[in-house]
């Protein structure tokens, strides 16, 4: 399953293709599904995100897709899946720090999400947008610690456009650059190495200020 899990993520153009050859009209809501669980629920932060947003910039701007229709499906999963992640951490509230972990669920994200909220407060869920992994707890940690719904709304919308429209838009403009529609797999693999680094040096950050 994780190979092919992977393969999934690293071949996403071709999977797309394929999708669209065998699905048609019907991958949008395909797609919109992905975003909405990576995004809505904490057991799935494995989806693809950043790049999956590329790849249908990339086969829209090819014609295969209409970039509007994207941005307005996919946008309205981001947000739909936020709110969703929000409202199941405020019905948890206090016991999320008390579930055990296993393959879908870790207390250390729940914990350094919690960490980066408090340095950044309430425009973590604008910046976790664009962190995997922190994008898929910060709105479930904003829910289990309260905030107040109508403010967690406006950084809802605001990181769920921005995130959506910015990796789509970057799809659009370069994924059929000759040089990069050539070598997408590792511009895919480029991706996800740029989207974690974040997490990669706030994790060092944490364990050199331990030493």
């Keep these: ?7 999934f993520i690293l071949h996403l153009d071709r999977h797309l293709i394929q999708l669209l050859a065998d699905y048609g009209s019907w991958t949008y809501g395909i797609l919109f599904l992905i975003v ?3 995004t809505g ?7 693809p995100g950043d790049s999956l947003l590329f790849v249908a910039g990339t086969l829209a701007a090819g014609g295969g897709m209409d970039i509007w229709l994207l941005f307005g499906l996919l946008a309205s999963a981001a947000i739909l899946g936020d709110a969703l992640n929000f409202w199941i951490g405020r ?6 720090y008390k579930l055990p972990d296993n393959r879908w669920f870790k207390q250390a994200y729940l914990s350094k999400t919690h960490d980066f ?3 950044h407060g309430g425009k973590t869920i604008i910046i976790a947008r664009f962190i995997p992994i922190l994008r898929t707890f910060a709105p479930f940690v904003a829910g289990v610690g309260r905030m107040s719904y109508l403010r967690f709304a406006a950084f809802n ?3 769920g456009i921005l995130w959506v ?9 370069f994924g059929n650059i000759p040089a990069v529609k050539q070598n997408l797999t590792l511009v895919i693999f480029g991706i996800i190495i740029l989207s974690t680094m974040p997490g990669i ?11």
Excluded: I, N
């Design 1 to 7: 399953m994780l190979q092919a899990l992977l393969d």
């Design 36 to 38: 909405l669980m990576e």
């Design 41 to 47: 629920l904490v057991v799935t932060p494995f989806l």
């Design 91 to 96: 019905l948890l509230g206090e016991r999320a």
């Design 117 to 119: 909220y408090e340095r």
């Design 157 to 159: 919308v605001v990181g």
């Design 165 to 173: 429209a910015s990796f789509l838009a970057a799809g659009y403009f």
């Design 201 to 211: 040096l706030t994790y060092l950050r944490h364990k050199t200020g331990k030493r």
